[in-house]
């Protein structure tokens, strides 16, 4: 390579290098192809690529590949024959700084956030709820927020509901009607969530979006690998984690412009779930933070099957294009060649549509942006190998690296503060006092009404108590919370 900020993603025939320029990777990018043609394996080419340059990398670790990043690889016979084609005569094995997280907190750093954190927008997401008891949902939030009530864990959030259901004709002139039924429904699939890893992934301490953005001591980037095997198999919680991170990242990062490298890129693993039933409203959401994240210096990759798994007003945005090999055994599966043909800016000298059924393992088709921007004609890759180990680590190497890790200790211990269900705990037993105190002055004024003259009666104390009540629950000025495109706080209140 002839010049180190540029990252080296493969040669063509003729042994051209095929090069990605760092400065437009806050352009994002698209990896996509069939099952085993090396999606995977061009995911960590391209992470290890950005943590030499100094940019750190988060991506979710679905199978356990990517661990192997840590690790230096290893010489073989095939990684030889690809370094003679693109003519390169060195290559340092060597692996990277790595961080690993588990929302389980067992194969790495526990990954938590607060309810007020996440915000109802992805919430409601994560718990399929319909309109109606999405609005319940952001009824909950404006309440806590306009009062500046942290919601840490679950337990809030319950306690939250249930404190608008005892108060939901006195909440009704602040906020509308609310219906008992919808507070319920929530209430139910709060306990499924719950029982699906809810209690552990909410709480404190809450994860620092900064601790994904480290360098090592030699300036290289940290890479940040999630484990999601687990989460996998509950694909609306892997989805709605990766937004909020992306949410987190656009409300907390300082505008950056254009610059010679990114601040941070981000591989959005198994993309298509994120897309899979979500309401137009939400995907209209991402499309927003996809267009504005850019400016804050943040790439973000999306790897999937098919170009036509990512809704068009994304794709459009998405800069670098590896397309490894489909296989076209069904109409649906020509039409899709044929889409995924269709985006790249076509070059004379190729059958683009023919040759994605033929690329083989390690073969792609690439398109990046030159220095202004333009997408280049898609040209015949063949993939540059990793410089790190290539399939995961045992358990008892990622241990080891565990053990070493800076951030050890910093979120294995949960902290359960007091919040929400200790402070709506305090204003019902005082609303308790004051309804008791209220019913008996009525019976008082009542036992005076008989023996007082015809006129205009004052209001009595329990009236005006019911109509304090919703104003005591509304907005504190100067105390409440504001929230982002996708719900995320904006400037934290920890």
Known sequence: MTDTQQILIGGNKNGVHILLDPAMANRHGLITGATGTGKTVSLQLLAEAFSRIGVPVFSAD?????????????????????????????????????????????????????????GPVLLANILELNETQAGILHVAFSVADDQGMLLLDLKDLRAMLNWIADNR??????YGNIASQSISAIQRKLLVLKKSGGNIFFGEPALNIQDLMHSDFSGRGVISLLDASSLYSNPRIYTTFLLWLLSELMEELPERGDAAIPRLVFFFDEAHLLFNNTPKGLIDRITQVVRLIRSKGVGIFFVSQYPNDIPDEILGQLGCRIQHGLRAFTPKDQKAVRVAAQTFR????????????ELGVGETLVSTLDPKGRPTVVDWCLMAPPHSQIGPLTAEEKDRIMERSPLKGRYEQ????????ELLK?????????????????????????????????????????????RSIGSQIGRSLVRGLLGSLIGKRR
């Open 62 to 118: 679905i199978k356990g590949d990517l661990s192997g990043i840590s690790s230096p690889g290893k010489p073989h016979e095939k990684v030889s024959e690809r370094l003679e084609h693109m003519g390169i005569t060195e290559h340092l094995f060597e692996g990277c700084a790595t961080l690993f997280w588990d929302i389980e907190g067992k194969t790495g750093h526990p990954v938590r956030t607060t309810v007020s954190e996440m």
């Open 169 to 174: 004709k006195e909440l009704a002139r602040e």
């Open 346 to 357: 076509q070059n004379p000298d190729i059958d683009t549509e023919k040759t994605i059924t």
């Open 414 to 421: 949960v902290v359960d503060r007091e919040s929400a269900y």
């Open 426 to 470: 305090i204003k019902e037993e005082e609303l308790f006092k004051k309804r008791q105190e209220a019913t008996a002055e009525m019976e008082r004024e009542k036992a005076a009404a008989k023996t007082r003259k015809p006129g205009r009666q004052r209001q009595s104390i329990l009236e005006s108590t019911l109509k304090s009540i919703g």
